[in-house]
């Protein structure tokens, strides 16, 4: 199966900084999300990006589909930001999760 | 837009009973739906892909015996764990394929004493 590599593994911010989180994968895919996991564990969808670059407020996120990598920016970092932010691909049907990064917001 | 439903949130058992989760699709139909576990401070772990009117598929290492599943109609299907230990105390998700991406249940929080 395809291989997620995130990093970095834990990213501490004060409120206000930016911040990117990266995301390689090992093959082509012809789907990528990236996802906020809250304290309760629901999966929040932030982006579909198989290729591209999307906006969404403070959030961007764009991907590299030749050079097998994607970048989540967050902007303006806000405490409500904390949680795990996860990368997920697919080649075919089944999708494969990073480890994650947990992004730590100080107020 | 697409929502997948799961219940119930949270449950505790004892050990050596059995645990059915539901995984509904509300407003689309989901002739395939993927079940995930995932430990504490861990990624998601795909441990199944459930085929509407077949058998599931299981991924290498997961026990299709202790992990049932039934998807019996295109807008539902259950994961049932059998016989369940506190190993089996994990955060079980589902979730459903559409054209932009895949949607998630709200997942079930299973502690087995």
């Given at each position: 199966g395809i291989q997620v590599e995130q990093s970095p593994p834990d990213l501490i911010l004060q409120e206000g900084a930016n911040s990117t989180l990266r995301c390689n994968f090992s093959d082509s895919v012809n789907n990528l999300q990236w996802f906020h996991q809250n304290p309760w564990g629901q999966l929040i969808n932030l982006f579909y990006i198989p290729s591209g670059?999307?906006?969404?407020?403070?959030?961007?996120?764009?991907t590299v589909a030749t050079e097998r990598y994607s970048l989540l920016y967050i902007s303006s970092s806000q405490t409500t930001d904390s949680g795990v932010y996860f990368c997920a691909v697919a080649d075919d049907y089944k999708l494969s999760f990073g480890a994650g990064t947990t992004v730590t917001v100080r107020a | 837009g697409a929502v997948v439903s799961q219940h119930p949130s949270r449950v505790i058992c004892k050990s050596g009973t059995s645990v059915k989760i539901e995984c509904r699709s509300l407003d689309f139909q989901a002739t395939t739906m993927f079940w995930y576990r995932?430990?504490?401070?861990?990624?998601?772990?795909?441990m199944a892909t459930s085929n509407e009117g077949s058998k599931a598929t299981y991924e290498q290492g997961v026990e299709k015996d202790k992990f049932l599943i039934n998807h019996a109609s295109l807008t539902l299907s259950t994961l049932t764990v059998t016989s369940a230990h506190p190993?089996?105390?994990?955060?079980?998700?589902?979730?459903?394929?559409?054209?932009?991406?895949?949607?998630?249940g709200s997942g079930t929080r299973l502690t087995v004493v």
């Open positions: 670059t999307k906006q969404n407020g403070r959030l961007s996120a764009t | 995932q430990f504490p401070k861990q990624s998601l772990m795909l190993e089996d105390s994990s955060f079980y998700i589902c979730s459903a394929r559409q054209p932009y991406g895949y949607t998630f």
